[in-house]
């Protein structure tokens, strides 16, 4: 779909009610042969605190040429919709979930890390700049370094669930479509708004990205509230203008 048919898409939208949780597939841009369940939700405590929950599926068939394909990182955006700001990502959660943290190189006991750096977090495979990722690694070349990876990560047939605990301001007028509405920037294969980093891919341990394409299936679709959609929109055509140009 081209961006004016999504631009057309949301626009045909505005008003209609969000979804709590969007549950969609991944697949790799390089073929591969990798995927992933994603399940995102997105609760709201009050306007200042909500939680997003994030379960990733390896589904990768574990043999052949992809044999031993594992997660190492993913990533996603943030939306941009007037009247709402977010400060921070990160904090305890219960047990037996993994925990994320907002700060690049603070591990937490999961030895996951999370960096929040708006149009920063650099992926490979031509599919740009995202908001926030998630690596098993510190480093910020964590998410593009191919190869083997270190511990922890998703091998297939497994599933790892993330929490992440978000603060701001408005954050009761988003809901899980106002994340997935929200797409990388400066990526010459496309604008994205989820993505997922595979390592160790068959016997020549291959790396991947597997990304959705715009729109999120039919089932979860672009929905946000109100204007919010406008907002988006403007934000992924003036970035995408500010890459292309720098």
């Not at 008003?15 to 939700?41: E, K, M, R, Y």
Request: net charge negative; glycine share 14%; with cysteine.
């Amino acid at each position: 779909m081209t961006k004016r048919g999504i631009i057309t898409c949301l626009a045909g939208i505005i008003g209609c009610a969000g979804v709590a949780q969007a549950d969609f597939s991944v697949g790799g841009l390089a073929g591969t042969g990798v995927t992933a369940d994603i399940s995102f939700a997105y609760a709201v405590t009050d306007d200042s605190n909500a939680t997003i929950t994030i379960s990733i599926h390896n589904t990768t068939v574990d043999s052949g040429d992809t044999a031993g394909a594992f997660i190492s990182a993913f990533g996603f955006n943030m939306p941009s919709i007037s009247g709402v700001t977010i400060d921070s990502f990160g904090g305890d959660v219960d047990d037996g979930v993994v925990q994320v943290v907002t700060l690049l190189g603070a591990p937490n006991e999961s030895g996951w890390y999370g960096r929040f750096d708006p149009d920063e977090i650099k992926t490979p495979n031509a599919a740009g700049f995202f908001d926030y990722g998630v690596m098993n690694n510190s480093s910020v070349d964590a998410f593009i370094t191919d190869g083997i990876g270190a511990s922890p990560n998703i091998i297939p047939g497994e599933t790892t669930t993330f929490t992440i605990a978000v603060t701001g301001t408005g954050l009761s007028s988003l809901t899980a479509s106002s994340f997935l509405s929200a797409l990388s920037v400066g990526g010459s294969a496309g604008a994205f708004n989820f993505a997922v980093r595979f390592k160790g891919i068959g016997p020549d341990d291959d790396s991947d990205l597997a990304v959705t394409v715009v729109p999120v299936p039919s089932s979860v679709i672009l929905c946000t509230l109100g204007l919010g959609s406008i907002g988006l929109l403007q934000r992924s055509k003036r970035h995408s203008l500010v890459r292309a140009t720098a």
